[in-house]
């Protein structure tokens, strides 16, 4: 399960709860976790992938209030700043979706 969250993670989407990811994950073995993810359809992560661009946040806001989310994510104690004319601060859609 932690290869699947470093495969997770590799890809910026979130990982399993609980299990961390592995921090000695061979490269030939991630490789194979992300085909294999990739194969299965991650595609329902892509909500929840942080992002500072307002449209795909809205976007992905949107499709988490669909969703009942049942427990309160855990966001970023810290987000990450883009810089561009203005600063916008990179927002977990799963966080605004349950505070929605």
């Given at each position: 399960m932690?290869n699947i969250s ?5 890809l ?5 709860l609980?299990?961390l ?12 976790m992300?085909?294999m993810?990739?194969?299965s359809?991650?595609?329902f992560l892509?909500p ?6 307002p ?5 992905n806001?949107?499709?988490l209030?669909k969703?009942?989310?049942m ?5 970023s104690?810290?987000p990450?700043?883009v810089s ?10 799963a966080v605004?979706a349950w505070?929605?």
């Open positions: 932690q470093a495969a997770l993670y590799e910026k989407m979130p990982w399993i609980g299990y990811p592995a921090k000695n994950i061979g490269t030939v073995i991630k490789e194979k992300i085909a993810l990739h194969t359809g991650i595609a892509e929840f992938v942080a992002t500072s661009d449209v795909a946040l809205a976007r806001v949107t499709a209030r969703r009942a989310l427990a309160r994510p855990l966001g104690a810290r990450a700043m561009t004319i203005a600063t916008s601060y990179v927002r977990d859609p605004k505070i929605l």
